[in-house]
């Protein structure tokens, strides 16, 4: 593996994994930015995301995603014993969720969801069964 830096000054300590093998398809995470903005009951976050993929053989493309809402429906995700509930909440709501799936919720860029973990308590199972939870969401269009 080839490791490379953010590219940012003073963030020596966040190295990124870049695939050097021919025909193997890269990505980089080149800026992810949270911006807030505050209204009168508290501050509301938005994130944005800029990442370029490419194959090391012409062949590269870019996607810039942003994301302020929460998941469009209601699923259930499993790995092994561990089972998670993610339920779209309204505007305002935060994340209702507790140790692993708040994480994955957060680190995803979700600001409303309601969540319950079923099943089993295994801190590994349950991060693992909420991202199969979130990878099974599908847009209007895609049903």
């Given at each position: 593996m080839n490791y490379t830096s953010?590219?940012?000054?003073?963030?020596?300590?966040r190295q990124e994994k870049a695939s050097t093998a021919k025909g193997d398809t890269s990505e980089?995470?080149?800026?992810?930015n949270r911006c807030a903005k505050v209204v009168?009951?508290?501050?509301?976050?938005?994130?944005s995301a800029l990442i370029v993929?490419?194959?090391?053989?012409?062949?590269?493309?870019?996607?810039?995603?942003?994301?302020?809402?929460?998941?469009?429906?209601?699923?259930?995700?499993?790995?092994?014993?561990?089972?998670?509930?993610?339920?779209?909440?309204?505007?305002?709501t935060g994340i209702i969720a507790g140790g692993g799936v708040r994480a994955v919720a957060e680190a995803a860029g979700i600001r409303d969801v309601l969540a319950k973990s079923l099943g089993s308590s295994n801190h590994a199972n349950v991060v693992k069964a909420t991202i199969a939870a979130l990878r099974s969401l599908r847009r209007k269009d895609q049903i």
């Open positions: 953010s590219g940012r000054r003073g963030d020596s300590r980089k995470v080149v800026f992810i009168k009951g508290g501050r509301r976050f938005s994130f993929a490419g194959d090391h053989d012409g062949r590269v493309g870019y996607g810039f995603g942003k994301a302020k809402n929460t998941i469009p429906h209601e699923v259930i995700g499993e790995f092994d014993g561990a089972r998670v509930l993610l339920r779209p909440a309204s505007p305002g």
